[in-house]
């Protein structure tokens, strides 16, 4: 089992940056393909990015390809997503997510465990 915890999120002018994290409980952590995903009301959840368990393998979504970054820690159980030249259009809720497939899943619905979410606002 593996309890996850969202920090980070805010409000941030357009062009800026912030930085999520997603701390991890639990021994496992380091077998788990780590993922972001972000949600807007009445919206599926999206990919964001994500990251297999040994960090060596990473997917972006495409629309933040080239400005977000996904990376991990598996010495403190955590895993970030950088973000930077943020745009009206990333405000949503964010969300990891921890799977055990072969490689990270793009598709929200393949995912074990979950946070409970961080709001990111962009203002224009």
């Known amino acids: 089992q593996v309890q996850l915890v969202e920090a980070g999120g805010g409000l941030v002018q357009a062009g800026g940056s912030l930085r999520l994290s997603c701390a991890a409980s639990g021994p496992t952590f380091s077998v788990y393909n780590m993922g972001w995903f972000r949600q807007t009301p009445g919206q599926e959840r999206e990919f964001v990015a994500g990251?297999?368990?040994?960090?060596?393998?990473?997917i972006d979504g495409d629309s933040v390809k080239g400005r977000f970054t996904i990376s991990r820690d598996n010495n403190k159980n955590t895993v970030h997503l950088q973000m930077n030249s943020l745009k009206p259009e990333d405000t949503a809720v964010y969300y990891c997510?921890?799977?055990?497939?072969?490689?990270?899943?793009?598709?929200?619905?393949?995912?074990?465990?979950w946070g409970q979410g961080t709001q990111v606002t962009v203002s224009s």
């Open positions: 997510a921890a799977d055990r497939s072969i490689r990270p899943p793009t598709n929200h619905n393949e995912y074990d465990y």
């Open positions: 990251i297999s368990w040994t960090g060596l393998y990473t």
